[in-house]
């Protein structure tokens, strides 16, 4: 735009007449407007020229309110120069100034940054005079700068066009300047710098177009412009000349910290600075490295040989034949991994036991135990104690307590007398080896319950029909049923069996408890319901045998709900009875879903006599009817969210004329 040099009304008609002409078929994603200029401009013309493109500006002195008033769609930093923080820095760098020179035009921008100056200087007035010097040619500047007083300093604030209408850049006039002032001259904006400014607090051009960048990236992300806020704190930073502090006595320790110098003179050593102090770092930490891995060496290498012991233990405990062995065995892979003189106490705990104030309330194992455990001193018992109710091992000075966390073997408590002082490192060796025989025993009977269950699972899962294609296409219907335990071995079950020619008996239950017992509970229930079907084709009359039998001796308390329904393949009629289980639904493609609402009866397994009732709905060409446990509406996700039956109406509406096998 230039508007430094132009800036009148007809100037601003014309660039407006050629943008309008330059960008009428430019569709363009932001605009970043710079200095007060072209942020006037946009307020205008915007809506003539760039309707609805977003605006980011920066350059523009002391943003506010009223400067954007009745403008739309922007964001932007504002630049503020810190004149308070400059005239501070000049005081405290020249403490004998009596009177600062201000160098200024009549420009738009000077005019405000005039009027900040002025309100920055009002604290110092007092003390120092302020004399600007405005409205001179070039020749009557440059002559006045070079008779300034020795107690003066000069600050440039700005000066792009002279009393004549002659123009000039920073680059030009600063110069001009500083070489003929006798004074330091200090400016606001970093383009001054390495002209002939000393520095400052100044504006930095860089910084603000880096921040402008940074809201305008925001915007081409897809972030609306009105959502981002106007950057209030104008990014200035300390910046210097070095040759002109060198110039004028001002030493680099006066400046504030984090000071930005140009034109510093690089030596080999500052040049290389960082890299000289990284490698003087690398070889400091090596030595310390190496001086730590010569004190360590010994340690490592008996660690490694600990940690081929614990292994060693680890994978020959399943070959013990005995307790006697067990013992034998412990006993010398300690002597290996800690220096012992060989006197070992072998005692058994519970964690149900008490213990007393004096002693720990531990069972020797052998006879040989006893009598030691008789004359253990009291430090030692202290420390066995100490270690049982931390539940972890132990040392102190020359004694040590081994503590296996396992109750599944002779002796989870070890006690033993070192032949030199014990350390932080023999407790870790202790505990390694603890742990990892807890661990490798556990693991031994975790893998026997586990194929103990998995058997279990399999005989369980082989009492459940499976032939859904045979009877499908016997009784001319489609089928299929579906289970998961949620454990090894759940206590859900489904059937489904021909009691005549005429009836098709379908279950499905859900026993009160999980693993073993559950599944054995729901062998019972099931075989007892195909038994009552051989004699009753009534579902109450079924459940109430059922539940008779399974009352009797329920020493456990054990239960199942039941939801049981049988069919009629000619009258199309389902008589059915509930047990205290989830209703079920009649699906069609036609007509939706409609959930069955049975009268809630008790479960079975609950009490002898409880009278069941029976229930009737027909089902018409092309139901379905879905029965399910709860084991479906109370599954969850990651997030511990229930399925739920509303999710669970919603799929089977959207999924009304599925195959059955689509359901899973």
């Known amino acids: 735009m230039d508007a430094k040099v132009l800036n009148s009304p007809e100037y601003y008609e014309l660039l407006r007449r050629v943008y309008e002409k330059k960008y009428n078929k430019i569709y363009l994603d932001v605009i970043i407007a710079t200095d007060d ?6 307020k205008l013309y915007r809506n003539e020229l760039f309707v609805g493109v977003p605006i980011v500006f920066c350059g523009v002195n002391n943003v506010s309110p009223e400067k954007l008033e009745d403008f739309e769609s922007y964001t932007g930093v504002n630049e503020a120069a810190d004149f308070k923080t400059n005239l501070g820095l000049i005081l405290d760098l020249h403490p004998g100034t009596k009177e600062i020179y201000v160098v200024n035009d009549r420009l738009t921008t000077a005019a405000f940054l005039k009027k900040e100056f002025l309100k920055a200087a009002k604290p110092h007035k007092e003390f120092v005079r302020f004399v600007f010097m405005e409205d001179l040619s070039l020749d009557e500047l440059l002559k006045k700068v070079s008779s300034l007083p020795d107690d003066a300093v000069l600050f440039y604030l700005s000066f792009f066009r002279d009393k004549t209408g002659q123009t000039f850049t920073p680059q030009e006039i600063i110069p ?18 390495g002209y002939g400014i000393v520095g400052g607090m100044l504006k930095a051009s860089y910084f603000q177009g880096e921040t402008a960048a940074r809201l305008a990236i925001r915007v081409l992300d897809g972030e609306k412009v009105e959502e981002i806020p106007v950057v209030m704190e104008s990014p200035n930073h300390y910046m210097f000349d070095y040759k002109e502090l060198k110039s004028w006595g001002i030493g680099l320790n006066k400046l504030p910290s984090k000071s930005i110098l140009i034109n510093e003179p690089e030596s080999v050593f500052y040049k290389y600075r960082r890299l000289f102090l990284t490698i003087a770092c690398i070889l400091a930490g090596l030595v310390c490295f190496i001086i730590v891995l010569l004190f360590n060496i010994k340690k490592r290498i008996r660690a490694q040989k600990g940690l081929q012991t614990i292994i060693s233990t680890g994978s020959t405990i399943p070959n013990y034949q005995s307790a006697r062995a067990f013992r034998e065995q412990i006993t010398q892979d300690l002597t290996r991994l800690i220096q012992v003189k060989g006197k070992f106490l072998f005692l058994n705990y519970t964690a149900d036991q008490q213990e007393t104030d004096e002693k ?12 030691n455990m008789e004359q253990l001193p009291k430090k030692a018992a202290g420390l066995i104690k100490k270690a049982v109710e931390n539940q972890e091992c132990m040392v102190n ?3 040590g307590v081994a503590f296996f966390k396992g109750h599944q073997f002779p002796g989870n408590v070890v006690y033993l007398e070192g032949e030199k002082s014990l350390d932080g490192f023999d407790r870790d ?21 586990e194929e103990s269950l998995e058997t279990a699972k399999q005989i369980q899962m082989s009492m459940l029909p499976g032939n859904f294609a045979e009877f499908s296409a016997e009784h001319d219907l489609d089928l299929h049923a579906f289970l998961a335990p949620a454990k ?8 489904f069996f021909a009691m ?3 009836h098709l008996c379908f279950l499905v239950g859900d026993v009160s408890d999980k693993g073993v017992p559950a599944a054995l509970f729901m062998a019972m229930a099931k075989s007892l319901i195909r038994s009552a079907g051989e004699t009753s084709t009534c579902p109450d009359q079924i459940i109430t045998k059922v539940n008779n039998i399974l009352s009797r001796d329920n020493d456990q308390g054990m239960f199942v709900t039941v939801f049981l329904a049988i069919f009629n393949t000619k009258t199309r009629i389902l008589d059915y009875t509930s047990a205290g289980h989830n209703p079920p639904y009649v699906v069609s493609s036609e007509s939706g879903i409609r959930k069955i609402t049975p009268e809630p009866g008790l479960v079975v397994g609950g009490f002898e006599d409880f009278p069941y009732t029976c229930e009737q709905t027909t089902l018409n060409p092309g139901d379905g009817l879905f029965i399910y446990s709860d084991g479906v509406t109370e599954a ?12 669970l109406e919603k799929a089977l509406e959207e999924n009304a004329g599925a195959a059955s096998n689509e359901l899973n």
């Open 37 to 42: 200029d072209a942020l006037k401009f946009l």
């Open 176 to 193: 001009a300047i500083r070489e003929a002032s006798t004074v330091p001259l200090y400016g606001a904006v970093d383009y001054m710098l």
């Open 360 to 371: 720990p309330n531990l069972m020797p194992v052998w006879e040989d135990d006893k009598k």
């Open 397 to 399: 000075r020359k004694n």
């Open 429 to 449: 060796l202790l505990d390694i080896f603890a742990n990892n025989v807890t661990m490798a025993i556990e693991n031994i009977e975790k893998h026997k319950i």
């Open 488 to 495: 090894e071995v759940g206590g859900d079950l489904y059937d």
């Open 500 to 502: 005549d020619e005429d």
């Open 636 to 647: 969850m996700n990651i997030d511990l969210e229930e399925y739920g039956e509303d999710r």
